[in-house]
C-alpha cells in the first residue's frame, strides 16, 4: 500500500485509498499538534484560571448557576449561560435600564435567616464580597456564610501585594477541614494591601475598570433570595456527599455545624458550594 | 476511601461494595485472558472454526459490537456536526461503549487472525481487493479517534483537572471536538458500510451475494443503516441498565424520547430498504444466480422465521413504536422496542455470519452446522467482562453523565428541561430569555 513497498502500483485505486487515509491520518494527528500547541499557549499566556472558571461553570447543574433576576423577582426561571458575567449579559443590561425606583432601605436587612449579610457590600456568588473604599479601591473579605462553612481556618494563602488577580479566578486558597479550597476572585484588579484581623477584611484591590468592577456582584434585594437557596444547596451537597439526608427545620446554620457530619465528603461539600465543578 | 476522586454532588457505592461487584467479572476477564492465551501460543485448533465454518462466533460478536457501538459515532456527528444539543447527556456513554465495543472486535480479532506479532502486514501489505483492507484501515483509524475521545473524559476527573496541564488540554482537545467526531463518522460510515459490502460480493455465497449500487453491493447501505438504527437503541438500554443497577436518574426522560426518536427513524429506513432489497434478491438476484431464493429456506434451523423476525418484528414493529410520541412515553414500550432493535441488529448479523456460510450451495454440500468451544465463548465473554470493568471504573470516577448531578439535587423537571435544551455542550450557551424580550416587556 506504500509507494515502493511489494504489492504496490501506481494505479487510480491504490493512490486514491492512499491519499484518503493519508488525509484522515493527517486531520487527527494536526488537530492533536493544534491541541498540544494551544495548551502551551493557553498556559504561557496566564489563561489557566479563565479556562478552569469556564469549565467550571459549564459543569455547574443549572440549579447553580440560577441567574440574579431570578432572585429579584424579575423573572419565573432563568439560568444563567454568561458565566455570571453581568456586565456583558445584554439581558441584565435591558432589565437595569427598566429599573426606576431606588429600594427601601426598610425592605433591606443585614440578618439574612441567621447571617449577617450587610447591605453596604456586594456579593460574589463564590462568598467573597467586595466593599467600596472611599478612596476608589476595594475591600474583600469571605462573607458570614461561607466564614461559616469553612470553620475554623488551619492556614490561608493570600496573593502577594502587587500581584493581578483575575475575576473568577484564584482570589485566595484556604485550608480548612483537610480541604485546600480555592475561594473565586471576585473582582479583576491588583492586590494593593492586606487586611489584619482587625480590619475583617483581607484584601485591598485597585479595580482594573473601577467603573464597572461591581456590576456583577448581588446586592440588595437579591441577597436574601440567594442565601436561601444557598441554604439549599447546602442541604443537597450534603445528601450527596455522605452524610444522610438532612431536613430543613427553618432554622439558623449553628457555628461549628461541621462537628455533626464527622462521615461528611467536605472536600465534595466544600467544593459544591464554592463552585468547584 | 478513593472518594477524593469520585465527582463532586454525585454519590456512588462504598468501594467494598464496588470491588465486590468488580470481582466476578474480574474472574470472567481472567478466563478469558487464559482461552486468548490458549488461542495465541498453541493455534486456532482450541476453536471449532474449521475451512467451512471461517466465520464463527467471534467475528459474529465483532460484527455485533461494532454495529451497537455506532452509537458513538451516530451520536458525535449529531451532536457536533449537526448539532443535536439534547445528545450532549449521553455523548460520553456513547464514547465509553463505543470505545469497549471496537476495542473489544480488534482484540477479537487479532486473536482471530492468530498472529498479532503481523498485525502491521496488513497496513504494510494490503490486499487492495478485499474490502477488509478498507474495514481494518478504517477501524483502526476510527479506534485511535475513540481512544483520543475518551481523553476528556478521564481528565474531568476530580483529581486530574486540579493538575493545570490536564485541564487545559482537556479544554482545548474538548474544543476542537467537531473535527474527531466528523473523522469519526466518515471513519464509520466506510467501515460499517464496508463490513456488510464484505458478505454482498461473495459469489461463491448465493444467499448474501447482492447486486451492486455504485462500487458498492446493497448490503453495504443496509449496514451502515442498521448499525445507525441500533447506535441509539443500545445507548438507551445501557444507560436504563446502569439507572437500575445504581437506583438512580442519570438522564432526563425527554433524552429517552429523543433517542428513541432517533432510533425509529433511523430503523423504518433501514426496514424500507432491507425489505426492497429482499424483495429484488428473491426475484431478480438468487434466481438469476439459479437458486430460487426459499430453497435457502428449506432447512429446519434457518426458516423463513428468520426473514420474518429480522423485517417485521425486530424491525418494523419496533420502528412503528418508537416513532408513535404516543407510544414512546409508555417506558415499556419504549425499552422494549429498544431491546428488539438490538436483538434485530445480532439477529441481522448473525444470518450474515453464520446462516451464510452454513447453507450449502454446492450439489455435493451438506447442511453444516457448528457450535463454538469453550475457548470461543470464553474470549466473547471476556470482551463482555472487559466492557462491565472499563464502564464501571469510568462511572464511577467520572462524570459521564453530566445530568446526574442536577437530578440528584432534585431540581424541577420543567425547569432542567428548559435549561438543557438551551444548553449548547461547547459552553457557548444560549436562553431562550433574550434583552429583546425584556425590552418587548418593557415597551
Redesign the interface.
Given at each position: 500500500m506504500i509507494p515502493w513497498v511489494y504489492e504496490f502500483h501506481w494505479t487510480a485505486f491504490h493512490i486514491i485509498f492512499l491519499t484518503v487515509f493519508g488525509t484522515v491520518g493527517l486531520i487527527v494527528a494536526t488537530t492533536m499538534l493544534m491541541v498540544f500547541n494551544r495548551s502551551k499557549t493557553a498556559k504561557q499566556t496566564g489563561r489557566v484560571e479563565a479556562i478552569q472558571w469556564h469549565s467550571d461553570f459549564h459543569d455547574l447543574p443549572s440549579g447553580m448557576r440560577t441567574c440574579r433576576h431570578e432572585f429579584s423577582g424579575d423573572v419565573q426561571h432563568r439560568t444563567c449561560n454568561n458565566e455570571f458575567r453581568c456586565e456583558s449579559c445584554s439581558v441584565h443590561l435591558a432589565f437595569v435600564s427598566m429599573k426606576g425606583e431606588p429600594v427601601s432601605p426598610l425592605l433591606l436587612q443585614n440578618n439574612v435567616l441567621g447571617f449577617s449579610m450587610p447591605h453596604d457590600r456586594y456579593y460574589h456568588r463564590g462568598h467573597a464580597w467586595v466593599k467600596k473604599d472611599p478612596d476608589g479601591n476595594c475591600l474583600v473579605g469571605l462573607d458570614d456564610f461561607g466564614t461559616r462553612l469553612v470553620g475554623t481556618i488551619e492556614s490561608m494563602e493570600l496573593p502577594e501585594i502587587g500581584k493581578k488577580i483575575h475575576l473568577n479566578g484564584i482570589g485566595w486558597t484556604i485550608h480548612t477541614l483537610g480541604v485546600k479550597l480555592r475561594i473565586l476572585s471576585p473582582l479583576e484588579g491588583e492586590v494593593i494591601a492586606h487586611g489584619t484581623e482587625k480590619d475583617r477584611w483581607l484584601m485591598k484591590i485597585r479595580p482594573s475598570d473601577p467603573q464597572n468592577a461591581t456590576v456583577h456582584l448581588l446586592r440588595e434585594t437579591e441577597i436574601r433570595p440567594w442565601i436561601m437557596r444557598e441554604m439549599e444547596r447546602l442541604q443537597f451537597s450534603f445528601a450527596t456527599s455522605g452524610a444522610g439526608i438532612t431536613l430543613a427545620d427553618g432554622g439558623e446554620l449553628i457555628p461549628d455545624f461541621h462537628k455533626h457530619f464527622p462521615n461528611a465528603d467536605w472536600d465534595g461539600v466544600l467544593g459544591q458550594m464554592f463552585l468547584e465543578a | 476511601m478513593d472518594?477524593?476522586f469520585?465527582p463532586?454532588?454525585?454519590?456512588r457505592t462504598s468501594l467494598p461494595k464496588f470491588l465486590l461487584w468488580l470481582l466476578p467479572w474480574t474472574g470472567l476477564f481472567a478466563v478469558g485472558i487464559y482461552a486468548i492465551y490458549l488461542c495465541l501460543a498453541e493455534g486456532l485448533f482450541h476453536t471449532n472454526m474449521d475451512n467451512r465454518f471461517a466465520f464463527g462466533i467471534w467475528i459474529f460478536m465483532d460484527l455485533t459490537v461494532i454495529a451497537l457501538g455506532a452509537g458513538a459515532f451516530f451520536t458525535g456527528f449529531l451532536l457536533y456536526i449537526l448539532r443535536k444539543k439534547e445528545l450532549s447527556a449521553v455523548i460520553n456513554s456513547a464514547v465509553v461503549i463505543g470505545l469497549i465495543c471496537y476495542s473489544g472486535a480488534v482484540l477479537v480479532l487479532m486473536v482471530d487472525v492468530g498472529q498479532p506479532l503481523r498485525a502491521w502486514f496488513t497496513?504494510?501489505?494490503?490486499n487492495?481487493h478485499s474490502m477488509l483492507t478498507?474495514v481494518t484501515?478504517c477501524l483502526t483509524?476510527y479506534l485511535?479517534?475513540l481512544l483520543?475521545e475518551y481523553i476528556p473524559i478521564v481528565l474531568?476527573n476530580r483529581k486530574l483537572?486540579q493538575i493545570?496541564?490536564f485541564?487545559?488540554?482537556?479544554?482545548?482537545?474538548h474544543?476542537?471536538m467537531p473535527?474527531?467526531a466528523a473523522?469519526g463518522a466518515?471513519?464509520s460510515f466506510f467501515h460499517q458500510g464496508s463490513l456488510g459490502g464484505l458478505f454482498g460480493v461473495l459469489r461463491g455465497r448465493p444467499f448474501a451475494f447482492r447486486e451492486e449500487l455504485g462500487i458498492w453491493p446493497s448490503t453495504f447501505f443496509l449496514f451502515v443503516f442498521s448499525a445507525a438504527a441500533a447506535g441509539p437503541s443500545f445507548i438507551m438500554l445501557t444507560t436504563l441498565l446502569v439507572e437500575k443497577l445504581t437506583r438512580k436518574r442519570l438522564v432526563r426522560s425527554s433524552i429517552y424520547q429523543f433517542l428513541g426518536k432517533l432510533s425509529g427513524s433511523m430503523l423504518i429506513g433501514y426496514v424500507l430498504l432491507k425489505s426492497i432489497d429482499t424483495l429484488i434478491w428473491i426475484n431478480s438476484t438468487s434466481p438469476g444466480n439459479g437458486f430460487p431464493a426459499f430453497e435457502f429456506y428449506e432447512t429446519q434451523s434457518f426458516g423463513t422465521w428468520i426473514l420474518f423476525s429480522e423485517i417485521v418484528l425486530f424491525g418494523l414493529f419496533p420502528a412503528l413504536i418508537l416513532l408513535s410520541s404516543r407510544l414512546r412515553m409508555n417506558r415499556v414500550l419504549l425499552f422494549g422496542s429498544a431491546f428488539l432493535v438490538c436483538c434485530g441488529i445480532m439477529l441481522n448479523r448473525f444470518v450474515m455470519t453464520i446462516q451464510t456460510l452454513a447453507l450449502p450451495t454446492l450439489p455435493f454440500d451438506e447442511f453444516l452446522t457448528y457450535a463454538p468451544s469453550w475457548e470461543e465463548v470464553a474470549a466473547f465473554l471476556f470482551v463482555v467482562a472487559y466492557g462491565v470493568i472499563l464502564y464501571s471504573l469510568t462511572y464511577r470516577y467520572t462524570?459521564i453523565f453530566?445530568q446526574e448531578?442536577?437530578l440528584?439535587?432534585?431540581?424541577n423537571e420543567e425547569?432542567?428541561e428548559?435549561?438543557?435544551a438551551?444548553?449548547t455542550d461547547d459552553?457557548s450557551?444560549?436562553?431562550s430569555?433574550?434583552?429583546k424580550?425584556?425590552?418587548r416587556?418593557?415597551s
Open positions: - | 472518594k477524593l469520585i463532586r454532588g454525585v454519590q497496513f504494510w501489505h494490503p487492495t478498507e484501515f483509524c485511535v479517534v483520543i474531568k483537572r493545570p496541564k485541564l487545559v488540554f482537556e479544554f482545548e482537545l474544543k476542537l473535527v474527531f473523522v466518515f471513519l462524570t453530566p448531578r442536577e440528584a439535587l432534585g431540581r425547569h432542567g428548559l435549561s438543557a438551551q444548553s459552553g450557551r444560549q436562553n430569555f433574550s434583552a424580550t425584556v425590552n416587556t418593557i
